[in-house]
């Protein structure tokens, strides 16, 4: 995936918000999702 394990880690416990690394690394790791599929915002 291209981003670290620590920096995914890093994120699901919200001490890093979701920066373009990790989105692009997202994206490429799987492939037949849209990015609706991997992300989600929340208000």
């Known amino acids: 995936m291209e981003i670290s394990q ?3 880690y890093r994120v699901r ?3 890093r ?3 373009e690394r ?3 690394g ?3 790791a799987f492939p037949g ?4 599929d ?3 915002v929340s208000a």
């Open 6 to 8: 620590d920096l995914i």
């Open 13 to 15: 416990k919200g001490e």
């Open 17 to 19: 918000g979701i920066n």
């Open 22 to 24: 990790f989105i692009i």
């Open 26 to 28: 997202a994206t490429r």
């Open 33 to 36: 999702y849209k990015l609706d």
């Open 38 to 40: 991997l992300f989600y």
